[in-house]
């Protein structure tokens, strides 16, 4: 039995259930990592985002690419990734939570996916196809696109990517042309769903050519006709889908942001091997990992870099030839990892390497995997006990970098650790240790960050703006501020911080002008909607300002400032039953101050509910006493006099200081 462990065939439900006990263990395996922050990307993308907000609204983004991001100039086509963005915000809201549920479920659907893939094209059931797909779960480079909000656009393009392929496959093998017609609908549908999802089901057409040479159903290069045939409508889909998608990103306003300029002289090209070349590593020593991986710009190491750009390219041409004049299915899986990878040589690189490309090329190694093991006919036990250490190994792997995913600040160190030579580790870990307070070690990074590769100017002022605000010098922050507009997009939160910083130096109709246009970006960015309201009272319109902060509440149901603002307006106002909840929800936060357990009072003073009101009172005077000479003679504390608590509480407050 040992020695035919690996090519063992096993029963339907056996597979089955083998298949389901490794997809638990990699939900297992990611579980105690989905509690964490949303990163980077996420941001623009999602959480400031109002298409995603809305099932109704979303489908706008089939024929509007600006839906996709809330700063101009950042468009693009991927209306089916923001429809599932949309269903997961109703099912759990705007939680980073949430969202990294989702991608799981996306991956853990893959592995299914991948599994199936993997028994067609052996044309087994056995447990060396079992071991290729456990080997592809539990490979540390898929944690991108678990913890990772905005990776879903890889794996759930993936997810249609390999969906097409396995119907085309199995749309080969049909002898009914009913059941072969349906399975090729099926087929270019899931290549359309690619298509919208993110630009890289293109993939689909390298893809399924490497398993198209293997396929039982043709010769080649005899059939190669009606291979060609056989793919056309597929290729008609992904045709009308480009130009779709090319015409509405041509014709999208660019709102003024200029496109980057990309080399394609011979420095770029080199870059672009070594990006490649980089790969193979990663996928067969999955350490140190990072979002973006350096690329050495000088001597030996980008010789070295391109020298193994070069050997990948070669070694999957001919991986590719032996699969087409052997027809060897472990031959066509490792030309599948390079023919996936392949696009990207034509996409301008600047010196990184992104290891969630690596999601849907590591099928092709685990095919490869799982027909090589299939025919040890010697040694199985070792080949099976280096099958489970390697799985041992990717699983501790995943784990550790599963961990840095849930801290932004352990996550953007070790982004330093692993790529010291760009900027945005180092301005992002600055953005992050300032808004924990830690202002200090926050300029450090951002010093740091002014001296490497790439750095974001506009990030660098806006930062710089901030640090001037702090320290009260508004006229620089403003100029800081300023400059950022010119070198970056107007973000919502750059529009939100000028607006706030004119705000407080007076000039309030450009402060409302910047503001108006950041909640006009992001309806769902509570704080700009908040800052706004401080600017419309001051210009004289409360009901505006009021309106504002309902916005703001709407965005962000525990946003505990402006609960408490809303309720002392509509007190103001006179809205005294619209007040009293919204006052009950401020004084919920721990950080409640005692002007708003004041504030209830009142609220709860005018409605007559006097016991309650007193006690209201007493906590306020007691985290600030000074509060208890004013309340004395408030008009709305009238009917308290008669109440001998009231009374009690009152000769405990300190008389007012006389006046001057």
């Given at each position: 039995?040992?020695?035919?462990?690996?090519?063992?065939?096993?029963?339907?439900?056996?597979?089955?259930?083998?298949?389901?006990?490794?997809?638990?263990?990699?939900?297992?395996?990611?579980?105690?990592?989905?509690?964490?922050?949303?990163?980077?990307?996420?941001?623009?993308?999602?959480?400031?985002?109002?298409?995603?907000?809305?099932?109704?609204?979303?489908?706008?983004?089939?024929?509007?690419?600006?839906?996709?991001?809330?700063?101009?100039?950042?468009?693009?086509?991927?209306?089916?990734?923001?429809?599932?963005?949309?269903?997961?915000?109703?099912?759990?809201?705007?939680?980073?939570?949430?969202?990294?549920?989702?991608?799981?479920?996306?991956?853990?659907?893959?592995?299914?996916?991948?599994?199936?893939?993997?028994?067609?094209?052996?044309?087994?059931?056995?447990?060396?196809?079992?071991?290729?797909?456990?080997?592809?779960?539990?490979?540390?480079?898929?944690?991108?696109?678990?913890?990772?909000?905005?990776?879903?656009?890889?794996?759930?393009?993936?997810?249609?990517?390999?969906?097409?392929?396995?119907?085309?496959?199995?749309?080969?093998?049909?002898?009914?042309?009913?059941?072969?017609?349906?399975?090729?609908?099926?087929?270019?549908?899931?290549?359309?769903?690619?298509?919208?999802?993110?630009?890289?089901?293109?993939?689909?057409?390298?893809?399924?050519?490497?398993?198209?040479?293997?396929?039982?159903?043709?010769?080649?290069?005899?059939?190669?006709?009606?291979?060609?045939?056989?793919?056309?409508?597929?290729?008609?889909?992904?045709?009308?889908?480009?130009?779709?998608?090319?015409?509405?990103?041509?014709?999208?306003?660019?709102?003024?942001?200029?496109?980057?300029?990309?080399?394609?002289?011979?420095?770029?090209?080199?870059?672009?091997?070594?990006?490649?070349?980089?790969?193979?590593?990663?996928?067969?020593?999955?350490?140190?990992?990072?979002?973006?991986?350096?690329?050495?710009?000088?001597?030996?190491?980008?010789?070295?870099?391109?020298?193994?750009?070069?050997?990948?390219?070669?070694?999957?041409?001919?991986?590719?030839?032996?699969?087409?004049?052997?027809?060897?299915?472990?031959?066509?899986?490792?030309?599948?990892?390079?023919?996936?990878?392949?696009?990207?040589?034509?996409?301008?690189?600047?010196?990184?390497?992104?290891?969630?490309?690596?999601?849907?090329?590591?099928?092709?190694?685990?095919?490869?995997?799982?027909?090589?093991?299939?025919?040890?006919?010697?040694?199985?036990?070792?080949?099976?006990?280096?099958?489970?250490?390697?799985?041992?190994?990717?699983?501790?792997?995943?784990?550790?970098?599963?961990?840095?995913?849930?801290?932004?600040?352990?996550?953007?160190?070790?982004?330093?650790?692993?790529?010291?030579?760009l900027a945005w580790g180092y301005q992002s870990l600055a953005v992050v240790l300032d808004e924990r307070g830690r202002h200090q070690e926050a300029a450090i990074q951002m010093d740091l960050a002014k001296h490497k590769r790439w750095p974001d100017a506009d990030v660098i002022h806006g930062f710089d703006g901030m640090r001037a605000f702090r320290r009260g010098d508004l006229e620089l922050a403003r100029r800081e501020f300023l400059a950022a507009l010119t070198k970056g997009p107007p973000t919502p939160?750059?529009?939100?911080?000028?607006?706030?910083?004119?705000?407080?130096?007076?000039?309030?109709?450009?402060?409302?002008?910047?503001?108006?246009?950041?909640?006009?970006?992001?309806?769902?960015?509570?704080?700009?909607?908040?800052?706004?309201?401080?600017?419309?009272?001051?210009?004289?319109?409360?009901?505006?300002?009021?309106?504002?902060?309902?916005?703001?509440?709407?965005?962000?149901?525990?946003?505990?400032?402006?609960?408490?603002?809303?309720?002392?307006?509509?007190?103001?106002?006179?809205?005294?039953?619209?007040?009293?909840?919204?006052?009950?929800?401020?004084?919920?936060?721990?950080?409640?101050?005692?002007?708003?357990?004041?504030?209830?009072?009142?609220?709860?003073?005018?409605?007559?509910?006097?016991?309650?009101?007193?006690?209201?009172?007493?906590?306020?005077?007691?985290?600030?006493?000074?509060?208890?000479?004013?309340?004395?003679?408030?008009?709305?504390?009238?009917?308290?006099?008669?109440?001998?608590?009231?009374?009690?509480?009152?000769?405990?407050?300190?008389?007012?200081?006389?006046?001057?």
């Amino acid at each position: 039995m040992l020695r035919t462990v690996l090519n063992e065939p096993l029963s339907r439900k056996g597979y089955v259930l083998a298949l389901a006990t490794v997809t638990l263990s990699v939900a297992g395996l990611y579980a105690p990592f989905l509690e964490g922050p949303f990163l980077f990307d996420d941001r623009h993308s999602l959480v400031l985002n109002p298409a995603v907000r809305s099932l109704a609204g979303v489908w706008r983004a089939f024929v509007d690419p600006q839906t996709f991001s809330v700063v101009p100039g950042f468009h693009d086509f991927r209306p089916l990734l923001l429809v599932t963005y949309a269903i997961n915000f109703a099912a759990a809201g705007m939680s980073a939570f949430g969202f990294r549920v989702g991608n799981l479920v996306v991956f853990c659907l893959n592995l299914w996916i991948v599994a199936a893939l993997l028994r067609r094209t052996t044309g087994e059931r056995t447990v060396a196809v079992l071991a290729g797909t456990t080997l592809f779960a539990l490979h540390p480079t898929h944690s991108q696109v678990v913890l990772y909000a905005a990776s879903r656009s890889e794996s759930l393009a993936a997810t249609f990517v390999l969906t097409a392929v396995l119907a085309w496959w199995r749309a080969q093998e049909e002898a009914s042309s009913q059941r072969r017609a349906t399975l090729m609908a099926a087929s270019a549908l899931a290549v359309a769903a690619a298509m919208t999802t993110k630009e890289s089901g293109l993939v689909f057409v390298p893809a399924v050519a490497c398993l198209a040479v293997v396929h039982p159903a043709f010769v080649l290069p005899k059939d190669w006709r009606r291979v060609l045939l056989s793919l056309l409508p597929l290729l008609i889909v992904i045709a009308a889908v480009s130009g779709w998608r090319r015409w509405l990103l041509v014709t999208a306003p660019r709102a003024g942001v200029t496109p980057a300029a990309v080399d394609h002289g011979p420095g770029e090209l080199l870059a672009r091997l070594q990006a490649f070349g980089a790969y193979p590593r990663l996928a067969a020593l999955p350490y140190p990992l990072s979002v973006l991986h350096e690329l050495p710009t000088g001597g030996a190491p980008q010789a070295l870099g391109i020298a193994a750009g070069l050997g990948a390219v070669g070694v999957s041409l001919g991986c590719a030839w032996l699969a087409l004049r052997k027809r060897n299915v472990a031959a066509a899986g490792l030309a599948w990892f390079g023919a996936t990878l392949a696009p990207y040589l034509f996409v301008n690189l600047n010196l990184k390497v992104n290891e969630h490309r690596l999601h849907l090329a590591l099928v092709g190694p685990a095919l490869a995997a799982a027909i090589l093991l299939g025919k040890i006919t010697r040694q199985q036990r070792l080949a099976a006990a280096l099958v489970v250490a390697v799985a041992v190994a990717f699983a501790a792997l995943t784990a550790a970098r599963a961990r840095d995913w849930t801290d932004e600040e352990r996550f953007w160190r070790h982004e330093i650790e692993v790529a010291p030579g760009l900027a945005w580790g180092y301005q992002s870990l600055a953005v992050v240790l300032d808004e924990r307070g830690r202002h200090q070690e926050a300029a450090i990074q951002m010093d740091l960050a002014k001296h490497k590769r790439w750095p974001d100017a506009d990030v660098i002022h806006g930062f710089d703006g901030m640090r001037a605000f702090r320290r009260g010098d508004l006229e620089l922050a403003r100029r800081e501020f300023l400059a950022a507009l010119t070198k970056g997009p107007p973000t919502p939160d750059l529009l939100n911080n000028l607006g706030s910083v004119l705000d407080d130096l007076g000039d309030r109709e450009a402060a409302e002008r910047h503001l108006r246009r950041a909640v006009a970006m992001s309806p769902g960015y509570a704080r700009a909607h908040f800052n706004l309201a401080l600017v419309r009272y001051k210009r004289g319109d409360p009901q505006d300002a009021a309106r504002c902060l309902r916005a703001a509440i709407e965005a962000d149901p525990d946003y505990g400032a402006a609960l408490a603002t809303l309720g002392s307006l509509e007190l103001e106002l006179g809205e005294t039953t619209s007040a009293l909840p919204h006052l009950q929800r401020a004084v919920a936060h721990p950080d409640a101050g005692a002007e708003t357990w004041l504030d209830l009072a009142r609220a709860l003073a005018r409605l007559g509910r006097e016991a309650e009101a007193v006690q209201s009172l007493a906590t306020s005077v007691a985290r600030d006493p000074s509060l208890g000479a004013a309340a004395r003679d408030h008009p709305d504390f009238s009917s308290l006099q008669a109440r001998a608590e009231f009374r009690d509480l009152m000769r405990r407050v300190p008389p007012a200081p006389a006046a001057p």
